[in-house]
């Protein structure tokens, strides 16, 4: 059985998304519950262009804190990726964002 690949072209660096991952959790009865958690933040990097090990970092702020995540595109526990903004951005990966004082969103939005 051949299994088909999802690509996700529009992600690049400089993108706001929402990645939806199904997160499984237990009870304290001991049941296992599954939900799905929401992540949304900036897009500061994509490794490995279009392989199966292709994965992207997402950063936010949440209460003052910048919070990472590294995500591999081809997870199965991802089940959706939405692109909310695209912002245009001059560099391939957006490390300066870790410490500049600076937002993405003062750059200016793609249209």
Do not use: C, D
């Amino acid at each position: 059985m051949s299994e088909q690949k999802i690509i996700y072209p529009e992600v690049q660096p400089g993108t706001l998304v929402r990645v939806h991952q199904k997160i499984k959790e237990m009870t304290p009865k001991g049941e296992e519950k599954e939900r799905v958690q929401i992540f949304e933040g900036t897009v500061i990097a994509r490794r490995h262009g279009s392989e199966s090990g292709a994965t992207i970092t997402v950063r936010k702020i949440s209460e003052g804190i910048g919070v990472e995540k590294i995500f591999p595109l081809h997870m199965p526990s991802i089940t959706k990726l939405e692109v909310k903004k695209r912002y245009r951005v001059r560099r391939a990966k957006l490390n300066f964002l870790r410490t500049s004082k600076k937002k993405l969103t003062e750059i200016r939005e793609k249209k």
